[in-house]
């Protein structure tokens, strides 16, 4: 066993009043690489609010939104590979989106569509996980599997401040931490598991600190800050890489909205703590900085937003286009080869079926 | 007496019995502040206090575990977990503990507590928030399953899961959350678990169901009245133990018999109904057994799944072919 | 071909599949150097290395998930649970993800993965070690379930499951064990999945049955033979999806149905047995259908476990009763 | 939150070589209490030791031995008050037996007789648990129920070194610190869990590091020093008791015999490491301090030993000499009140019961 009580690092580079910091680790002082971001992050972020309004508007089922987190997501897959894989929870779709699956194929997956799990990139990501903290074992299994066959890939696990309270988290650390597996386990702490405030989830001093009890190393972020994070996650990555085993990073965020559209946050938190997490949250920062580096500003920022806009809105067509799968599709994938038993079913589902409209 | 939904009778039932038993504590995610996901729980934190209804950390093996604890020494905890796609992480507390702490102890310790969870489709909910798994509970020895159609039993039961001194799985229809309304008298008086509740009578078929089938059901009987099919509709209500006589008296009078539920087919409730039929009236049957359920298959995302449930016209068919036989 | 017992064709048959396919990895509690506490993996790890056969830390959801995220990921793990009664952890990770990732994800991902456990009592184990819940993982759609009766068939039906591209719950009936050896060769060949193996022909009554019952369902087959009673005794083998069609084929030449298993009635796979023939051979049968399964009580410490459990007298008596009828 | 990264403290008072620490706490230092203490330990080993014997002579069913055990299962009950309340594991037995449950009780227990935890006294104690680690969250919420009361009572969880990877002890940990509740969580690190050993259960530091990862207090003490259990664990008591919370106390032993009667240690273990813990054992140092104090020699022991093993003799004839209860008892005790259905069923069983001797 390993010493792990050490002091948990906690990394920020890019400052609230879009500073960067002379510390921040070489390769994070080309502004051009963190437009390249930005703009990654404001996609994001308009996809984000045309989902809500497609939700609204009973174009798409229950959304959460990931309004606040585009850092942490940026951040994390821009430091991951190609190769890498990645197992998301719910909430963190733009972390998907950045990997390559499609917007039309998340907005089938909100819109009640299995297809919208079936990405054509990145084919070996597992797809969107509801069931809390259960994501984080299978990224440890996907570790051992890489493991195994000796492969230079790395896990990486996406669950929230709630979910770490699960027993499925803290058995994923620790099996992780007992073969020395190549993931990384992410908590984008946002600070609220829909009602659930942090401090009433645990009173563990930081959430990075649960890596003690698994012998991993644990490390915290400014997940509003872009260098940060992806440094961070390029840190631990490449650590798992070289076969130095996980690492548990703490993205520290703020869900600036509600849980999810069926979700009223009025109900049960303050308006002055919105307010004051909104002050930190990761696009005015990084506009500051990109400005003061002469590369970026409200025109090139519009022209940008209108381009995504469009892809957006291309991406929307093509989802409400999507007619459903045939009834049968929902028997035909169960098992490689479907039992005696189903036929009969399926014949009367499709016998009953009337409703090919929405 | 204002007509209340389903929903607002639970949260009636709940106040009724934390303002009149202090050993009872309701405990679950959100249930606090936010007042549950689909507010059952609003307003009771605020009126009986954090230390009576407390929102949990997110671990639902742990709200099960310490539930069972509390149960044994003394309290009365009604647990809520948010979906029943999320309840799998109790089934080893449930199993191993909660059914049989009694009996390990020959009486010595028991657990009087609730675990209430909204369950199945037909809602528009995301993946895994759909499900309907009562019949891993009802295998479980020792565990009560409840469900109810109507605010009126919903109250009564609820009631009467809270104050039962073993334990109950509660499971909450959300597709009728809040369809009905019905007057319902806050009076703080239970209804009879562990029998069944003929919510019509009739001549011709027996049809058993639960849950937000009775409405697919009832609707299903009212069209074959209009073709002169009388069919008999018995609401199961408590899932496990079942009401064995309820249900042999009507098919005996029937002599047909229909299931309808909204899980899988392949080892679901309608499994052990048939069964129990098969073995105990026999002879009064006058066709096959027939069951209306849930194909062998995951619950589809929302856009296919009413094609996956039971619906008035496949009932329905049921029926008629069951006529025909 | 020595004869071997059921435990030694297990373990030829995992032998067999790690030697000849590398993406085999066995993991579990003890299975290493410990060889299982049945003995089960005794030498694997010996002989494949401690990265192919692997003890892992005591948690059993955590054996299920890795095997998930292992198989997603192009791995088949064998995952080994130590007794049935510590399984329940894993149903979470078994409903919610290892039965529906294929179709989840319209077959992007898949999940060829085995869980095995011991299961059953009648061998004097202490608390918890005697369960029977087979039901429990029949009724998640998705998820096959198969248990084996003879060496011969734990050797055929292990390598098919592990080759079987999706999920398997393999159980494995502790009470024999060691108890009736047979020659197995060790030839690699799988047996079929999704299909019953009739072991006695009969005329007169279908007993169905599976595991450790399928030795006192024989041996009452014996019995009544003696008093000129005719039984045909069915191992029903992969439990989920049933063989509907030999059972029902047995039912049209006998019309009676006898089904006998260790575990709780209630909602047991007993009842999805019967109602299926209730549904597909009713005109068949001339007399009801008669289960003979463990009570619906917590299975019983061990100096009262063989009054729990099925045995040749209860069987018997059945069969009688089904002729008198 | 607040902070619980401080290092790990570590308990030793009396030392292998029979030595009390001058820093030994006030309380400590009257050798008739810890003649006292041990004289509960030497029966502990004899019952142990009966036991196994009546398994080999199939007079019992399987059987886990606590052998080298009894230092800690007698410091965690002497430090328990009555109104406490135990949630044991199935190896420690031996807590059980000083917290009042009866020999015989015991035996039947292990003997295949659900009467064996419908002990007499202490009434409220939760009976053995099998499945491990489950009975730590029904000590959490034991200790509800007393927080709730407001009554002035602890639960006290004894788990394994192996059943510290079982999401179930994390999980209630975690909701303990968060509630604060009046719970300790005792692991008794015998540095086996069958034939894994510990250092492959887990990377963290120590196993009582993983109070960090909730937030809790986390405490090491010799598990052979009955002054270091009775006092780390009378500290944590008292803390619960006052309102401080949980605390994880780790105490490290070792499992000088098979993991059961079943099982053959000699396939995983090594000889001399066996040796070598043997050394470290609790009855030889706490003879040789009794010793040094002129209150126990060979003598006195063979006497105690003798009443013991009358004791333990009467305990096994009575237990012998419990005939089977009736059949219908497996019926009686599933609910408060019978339902319709299993009246038939219990006739059945009556009706086919030919088995009323062993
Ligand atoms: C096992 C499980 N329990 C409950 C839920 C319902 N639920 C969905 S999100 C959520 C809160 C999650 O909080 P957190 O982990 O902080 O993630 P965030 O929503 O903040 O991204 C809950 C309780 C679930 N999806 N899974
Ligand atoms: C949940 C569960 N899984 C597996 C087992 C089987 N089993 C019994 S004891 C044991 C090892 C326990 O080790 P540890 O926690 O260190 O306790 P010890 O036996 O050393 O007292 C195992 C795996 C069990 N009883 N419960
Ligand atoms: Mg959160
Ligand atoms: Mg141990």
Redesign the interface.
């Given at each position: 066993m390993s010493d792990s009580s050490a002091d948990i690092r906690y990394l920020r580079f890019l400052k609230p009043n879009g500073e960067l910091d002379k510390d921040a680790p070489t390769g994070s002082h080309d502004p051009n690489e963190i437009a390249d971001l930005f703009r990654r992050m404001l996609e994001l972020r308009v996809f984000d609010s045309k989902a809500i309004n497609l939700q609204r508007t009973g174009k798409l089922g229950t959304y959460p939104s990931w309004y606040g987190h585009e850092a942490a997501q940026v951040g994390v897959a821009a430091a991951m590979k190609k190769e890498d894989v990645l197992a998301p929870s719910y909430r963190e779709g733009g972390v998907m989106l950045c990997r390559g699956v499609s917007m039309a194929e998340i907005l089938l997956y909100w819109g009640g569509d299995e297809r919208g799990s079936d990405f054509a990139v990145p084919r070996d990501d597992f797809p969107y996980c509801v069931p809390i903290a259960t994501q984080c074992l299978h990224a440890a299994g996907a570790a051992m599997a890489f493991q195994h066959r000796g492969e230079s890939r790395c896990a990486v696990a996406v669950n929230g401040d709630g979910g770490t309270s699960e027993g499925a988290f803290y058995e994923a650390m620790n099996i992780a931490g007992v073969r020395k597996l190549p993931v990384v386990f992410v908590v984008i702490n946002n600070q609220w598991a829909i009602s659930v405030p942090v401090a009433a989830q645990t009173s563990s001093s930081t959430l990075a600190h649960k890596a003690i009890a698994a012998g991993i190393e644990g490390v915290q972020a400014d997940g509003n800050d872009i260098v940060a994070v992806r440094h961070c996650m390029r840190e631990a990555l490449e650590k798992a890489r070289k076969g130095g085993g996980p690492t548990l990073v703490e993205l520290i965020t703020y869900r600036l909205g509600d849980h999810t559209t069926v979700d009223d946050a009025g109900r049960y938190r303050q308006q002055d703590e919105v307010d004051t997490a909104s002050d930190l949250e990761p696009f005015i920062r990084t506009r500051k900085y990109l400005a003061s580096k002469n590369i970026w500003d409200t025109q090139l920022e519009e022209q940008f937003l209108e381009q995504c806009t469009n892809n957006i809105e291309a991406a929307v067509n093509n989802y409400l286009a999507t007619p459903k799968e045939a009834v049968e599709q929902m028997f035909n994938h169960m098992y490689a080869e479907m039992p005696e038993s189903l036929l009969a079913q399926r014949a009367h589902a499709i016998h009953f079926c009337d409703t090919d409209k929405d | 007496m204002a007509d209340v939904t389903l929903i607002d009778a639970l949260t009636m039932a709940m106040a009724w019995e934390l303002e009149h038993d202090d050993d009872v504590?309701m405990l679950g995610?959100?249930i606090?502040?936010?007042?549950g996901?689909f507010r059952t729980t609003a307003g009771l934190q605020e009126r009986f206090g954090p230390?009576r209804v407390m929102?949990?950390?997110?671990?639902e093996?742990?709200i099960?575990?310490?539930?069972?604890?509390?149960?044994?020494?003394?309290?009365k905890?009604v647990a809520e977990i948010q979906f029943m796609?999320?309840i799998?992480?109790i089934?080893?507390?449930m199993?191993?503990?909660a059914?049989?702490m009694?009996?390990?102890?020959?009486?010595?310790?028991?657990c009087p507590m609730v675990i209430r969870a909204p369950f199945g489709g037909g809602i528009?909910?995301?993946?895994?928030?759909s499900e309907s798994?009562e019949?891993?509970f009802?295998?479980m020895?020792?565990i009560r399953v409840v469900i109810p159609s109507s605010p009126a039993r919903a109250y009564g039961l609820l009631l009467a899961a809270i104050r039962?001194?073993?334990p109950v799985v509660f499971l909450e229809p959300k597709r009728i959350y809040r369809s009905n309304k019905q007057a319902v008298a806050d009076n703080g008086e239970a209804l009879p678990l562990?029998v069944c509740y003929i919510l019509r009578e009739g001549s011709d078929v027996t049809v058993v169901t639960w849950g937000a089938m009775v409405f697919e059901s009832l609707k299903s009987a009212e069209q074959m009245s209009a073709q002169g099919i009388s069919c008999e509709v018995i609401d199961l209500t408590t899932i496990?133990?079942?009401?064995?006589?309820t249900i042999l008296e009507s098919v005996a009078k029937t002599g047909r018999l229909i299931i309808v539920h909204e899980?899988?087919?392949?080892?679901?409730?309608?499994?052990?109904?048939?069964?129990?039929?098969?073995?105990?009236g026999?002879?009064d049957?006058r066709?096959?057994?027939?069951?209306v359920t849930g194909?062998?298959?995951?619950m589809?995302?929302?856009?296919?799944?009413?094609?996956?449930m039971p619906?008035v016209?496949?009932i329905g068919?049921a029926i008629r072919d069951s006529m025909d036989d």
């Open positions: - | 504590v995610e959100d606090g502040l936010n007042g996901v230390q929102d949990t950390p997110l671990a093996g742990m099960a575990g310490v539930s069972i604890g509390m149960a044994a020494q003394g309290l905890p796609g999320f799998y992480p089934v080893d507390q199993i191993n503990h059914g049989r009694r009996n390990r102890t020959r009486g010595r310790l028991h528009h909910a995301p993946e895994h928030h798994t019949a891993l009802a295998h020895p020792g039962d001194p073993d562990d496990s133990p079942i009401d064995e006589q899980a899988a087919k392949n080892c679901g409730v309608g499994a052990e109904i048939a069964a129990m039929v098969a073995e105990e026999m002879y049957l066709c096959p057994i027939r069951r194909y062998d298959i995951v589809p995302f929302y856009r296919r799944e009413m094609d996956y619906s016209a496949k068919d």
